[in-house]
Each structure stands twice: as structure tokens, then as C-alpha cells.
């Protein structure tokens, strides 16, 4: 099968499809049996995400069960700073936890160069992944954009407005750039050993876009992501970009003309139609059903997802959540969705 029958992989290189290709972002995990019973047997959440058949095994998972159009590397955009020697730990029911960066002297204790081998697991995962994937079936790696991954640094746990961070990047401008463009170099070193291992797609990430003023988006979230895009392109021209920039609606048409990417990523807050005129017309656009209509299912769910559909059809999109799907997503409403989803019209 060439590369271009994949429906994802035609939807992210501009063309519109009868029906969209579908995956949901946080696909493997909590609200699936099956993963809840493999992820009993490992120790720690990164511990999981390190032992290989594991990490195939979950990544496999929803692609058995549903059979998405693209399945996403099961790993998190936190074993970056664990692979630049932050202490990362995941605590059961309360996320995670890093040694946070506080001042020069914690930001010098850094590794300067990503630690490849640490991640080796990853890559081995992906190489597993990619033997035992449906020929019509796309792969997906990703990381964190530097803001995002940046602000969990800077916190040592996840916060509600990045406070910490945007403190941070005031107080000390020159210091933050100089983790900004850490994480860039980090992050690009293991994207690239992502594509070299078998994925086709990469996600960048920016859960934490949405908080920032103009000229700090610009400054924080554009311009890293952007030279990441750049960078991931020169060498490797084949492989798509998603920019997913969380809640950043007043930049996302600019986003969408400068930032360089193949598709740009809506949260649920977007208003499709919006979007279609002002996104949409320049970039393909993937998203943005509510994650929690998918819990509440029945007409609610019929309804958003034809709102959706009817906004974006007769151009490029890519069906999805608007955010991760939601532990306590009941099973049947995905199968209703994927059905929805496929069904033309
Ligand atoms: O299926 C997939 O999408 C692939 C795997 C994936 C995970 N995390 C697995 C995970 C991906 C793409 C991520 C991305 C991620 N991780 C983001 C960006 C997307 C977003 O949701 O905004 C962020 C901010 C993180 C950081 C992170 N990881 C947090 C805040 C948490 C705790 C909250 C929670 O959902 O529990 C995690 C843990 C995590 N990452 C879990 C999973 C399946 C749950 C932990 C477990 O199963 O024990």
C-alpha cells in the first residue's frame, strides 16, 4: 500500500475527503478494560511507558477495538524533561510530579543534550508498533510544545493558569529562553529519532497555549514551535506536522498561515464554523468534539458531531476530541461516535 492510501495521511496532505479520517487524542488509557489490566502490572505510569511490550500493547489497543485511522505512540510528553535528568514521577490520582527549576543553579543541573539512550525503550516501542499496525492504519509520535512542557518544569506539577511559569518567564526572560531553547534542541533530537524509528505524523502539543497575552504567545509558543516545524521539515519534508496550540483561538488563523505545520489542532472552545472561514481556508484543521459529550452520548453526541461535520466537509479535516478523551468515557459511546463519524452525510 502506498504511504498516500492512508486516509489520515491524505486528510493531513490537503485533501478533503466523503469521511474523515477519525482518532481521538489520549485514545490508549484509562477509560479501555484492557488497559486499565496491563497498566496494573507495571510499576510507575513511566515505568509503563519504558517497557516496550507494554507501550505497544497499549498503543495497539484502541486500534484493535475500534480500528481509528491513526494510533498514537503511547508515551508522554514528560519523559522530555526526565530524559534532560529532571526527577519526574507520576503519583496515582494526582499527576505528575517534577524536582522544580527554581533557579540558575537548578536550570545549569539540566543535561545539556537530551539523553537518547533513556528513551531508547520508546524507540523500540515505536519499531514494534509499526510491524504490527493495518497497512491502512497511520503512526503518530509527538511531544510537548517548550511552553507547555516548560510551564511543568517550572511548577514541578500541573497548575491551573501556568502561574509559575508566566511569573518565570517575566521575572527572569533570559533565563526562560534559555530553557525555551533547551527543550527546542531536546525536543527536535527525539522527534527526529521518532521518524527515524517509524512514525509518519508528528503532534506538537501546546495544552498550555491558551494563557499566555500576544506578544508572550508569540514570543513563547509560536516562534519555538514554529522553528521546531522548520527544523522537523528540513529533514525530513515527507513526514506531517500537527500544531495543537490549546485555547489559543485569537492566534489560531495566524498560527495557521505563519507557524508552518500541515494541520492545526481546535479545543473544544472553537466554534466550527469560525473555524472553517478562518482556519480551515488556509490549513486542514483536526478536532474538536467535546470530550465531554462523549461521555454524556445520545442526541447531544449526534448533534455536535453533525455540527462538525457539516462545518468542515468539502474541505480537509481530521475527526477528534477537542481534548484528551476522559477516563470515564463509556466504551459504546466511542463505537456510536466511530459509526457517526463513518456514516456519509
Ligand atoms: O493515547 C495517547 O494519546 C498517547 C499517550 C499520551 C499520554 N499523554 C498518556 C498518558 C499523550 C499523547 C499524552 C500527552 C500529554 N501528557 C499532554 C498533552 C495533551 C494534554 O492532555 O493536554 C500532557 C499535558 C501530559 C502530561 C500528563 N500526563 C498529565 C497532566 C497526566 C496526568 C493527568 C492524567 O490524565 O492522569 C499524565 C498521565 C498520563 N499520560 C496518563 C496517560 C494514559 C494517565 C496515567 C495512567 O494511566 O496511570
Redesign the pocket.
Known sequence: MRLSEKLFLRACSGEALDVPPLWL??????YLPEYREI?ATARG?LDFCYTPKLATEATLQPIRRFGFDAA???????VVPDALGQRVS?VEGE??KLEPIATEADFDALLEHIDLEKLSPVFETIDRVKGLLPRETAFIG?C?APW?VASYMIAGH?TPDQAPARLFAYRHPELFQRLIDRLVEASLVYLDAQIKAGVEVVQI?D?WAGVLPRDEFLHWCKEPVARMVAAVKKNHPHVKVIAFP?QATSHLTEMAQTCGADVIGLDTSVDVEWAAQNVQNHLPVQGNLDPLVLVAGGEALAKQVRQIKQAFSGKPYIFNLG??ILPQTPIAHVEELVKLVRTKG
Open positions: 487524542m489520549r485514545q490508549a488509557g484509562r497498566r505510569f498514537i505512540l503511547f508515551s508522554d510528553i514528560l507520576f499527576g505528575p509527538f510537548g507547555t500541573g502539543f495544552s490549546r481534548h484528551g
